[in-house]
């Protein structure tokens, strides 16, 4: 699942590099508009003079401009969907605890039955080139999201105290694969840990939390 996750993140950044590079100059024919110009307030001066009074011409004129716009649009919005899409997709999730814990498996599995709400986890998604990103919270900073149509996460950091970040930056934050909200595939928790059943009892404990 990781493989195929981080290959399509990265296949829809290679359409949006190409889309801009490759396909947008093939299919601009007009050098004397610039090829990032946006098309607000550009058309007054770039319609020809012989398309003027002439509606069907200039509307003409306007989807020639539009098409640039259009292919580098074509690139952007399958990028943007499946970063929002996979960004809460867990890879790996990583427990820290103390020395007495890593003696034995015994040991680990009493120190996960009485956790300390301070017990540092690191959750470790995928960012847009397919690298990994890590994030470091605490048991008691996540909570379980309960099941809705279209919800992608089932675990949610919750933030203490008021946020630094402004408005605007906190809504644009949410279209570039946020980092508050996770994804970790139920029964799937100890699929790869040496020391199967903690995911489970870690997960007990951040139930409790709201």
């Not at 058309?43 to 401009?65: M, N, Q």
């Not at 408005?167 to 699929?191: H, I, M, T």
């Amino acid at each position: 699942m990781t493989v195929f996750v981080a290959y399509v993140k990265m296949t829809t950044l290679l359409v949006f590099i190409a889309s801009c590079l490759v396909v947008a100059p093939a299919v601009h024919h007009d050098p004397d508009v610039p090829s990032w110009v946006a098309p607000a307030g550009q058309y007054s001066e770039s319609v020809p003079r012989r398309v003027e009074g002439d509606i069907v011409a200039f509307l003409l004129h306007v989807a020639e401009k539009l098409r640039l716009r259009s292919v580098i649009a074509g690139g952007v919005v399958p990028m943007v969907v499946v970063s929002a899409i996979t960004a809460p997709y867990v890879n790996a999730v990583h427990l820290r605890v103390p020395r007495f814990a890593r003696l034995s498996t015994a040991a680990l599995h009493r120190f996960s039955l009485q956790l300390p709400p301070e017990t540092r986890l690191d959750l470790t998604t995928l960012r847009m080139t397919g690298l990994p990103k890590t994030v470091g919270t605490r048991v008691s900073d996540l909570r379980v999201l309960p099941k809705r149509l279209f919800r992608l996460a089932n675990l949610e950091r919750i933030r203490r105290g008021p946020s630094r970040e402004s408005p605007l930056w906190a809504s644009l934050s949410q279209l570039v694969e946020p980092r508050n909200k996770f994804y970790v595939a139920e029964g799937k928790g100890g699929g790869r840990s040496k020391a199967s059943g903690i995911w489970e009892k870690v997960l007990k404990h951040i139930e409790k939390n709201r």
